[in-house]
């Protein structure tokens, strides 16, 4: 099993470009999340979807979407990229969110540089 | 809400010698607890968690973690730290029945040769 996987590794965009970010699991769990990570600040969630066919807000949404495509994957748009959105973004999956340890499992992350 | 603080953005430390790094959280209800470790350029791996009973739990590499409920702490301690044990630590929590598990700010252990 790879668990979580995230393409690209590492990316540079210039400000107002658009990309996504790919994430998939191949642990069938039924939860996924994506975070970003800037030093300092530890882990922010940006969205999540609690299981296949739903999304919600995390702490900082804006100027992020996500699709939860089916259950093993879940994207994240920039549409408008900007300097602010230079972080470390991690994707995470667990079991069931809320269940018992709650217990997330994480890619390897994608750095992203916005100029 | 919940609320996680890690007191040391930084601990160095001589190895082999002890380390014990800091977590408080707030809560209302009934958490669980998380420590997560971040090795130089990886993910995000869990060290250890507790979810009930004993307040004690340990990791297979020699790290602990106690549970105290009455200070509101999670501390991580292991009583000699080897060079491999260099990465940033996290503590998380996340009420019982919530999505979310919410994160401290991170400790960077430092080992000194």
């Known amino acids: 099993n790879a668990g979580v996987t995230q393409t690209p590794k590492f990316q540079v965009l210039k400000t107002g470009q658009s990309m996504t970010l790919q994430c998939a699991q191949d642990?069938?769990?039924?939860?996924m999340y994506w975070y970003r990570q800037d030093p300092g600040m530890g882990l922010r969630l940006i969205y999540y979807?609690?299981?296949?066919?739903?999304?919600d807000k995390g702490e900082v949404p804006n100027g992020y979407n996500v699709s939860r495509l089916n259950k093993r994957e879940f994207s994240l748009r920039l549409e408008s990229a900007a300097p602010s959105q230079t972080s470390v973004y991690f994707c995470?999956?667990?079991?069931?969110?809320?269940?018992?340890?709650?217990?997330?499992?994480f890619g390897p992350g994608t750095r992203l540089t916005v100029l | 809400a919940q609320s996680v603080t890690q007191l040391d953005s930084q601990v160095p430390v001589f190895e082999e010698a002890p380390v014990e790094l800091r977590c408080n959280y707030s809560?209302?209800?009934?958490?669980?607890l998380f420590w997560y470790v971040q090795y130089p350029n990886q993910g995000l791996q869990l060290l250890l968690k507790?979810?009930?009973?004993s307040t004690l739990v340990e990791s297979i590499n020699g790290f602990e973690a106690e549970f105290n409920k009455s200070q509101t702490s999670f501390h991580l301690r292991k009583p000699s730290v080897h060079i491999s044990d260099t990465a940033e630590y996290f503590c998380?929590?996340?009420?019982?029945?919530?999505?979310?598990?919410?994160w401290g700010a991170g400790t960077k252990l430092i080992i000194k040769p």
């Open positions: 642990m069938n769990h039924n939860s």
């Open positions: 995470a999956s667990s079991v069931l969110a809320g269940g018992p340890g709650n217990e997330q499992f």
């Open positions: 998380a929590v996340s009420a019982r029945g919530n999505y979310q598990l919410i």
């Open positions: 507790y979810l009930s009973g």
């Open positions: 979807s609690a299981s296949e066919g739903t999304t």
């Open positions: 809560s209302s209800v009934s958490v669980y």
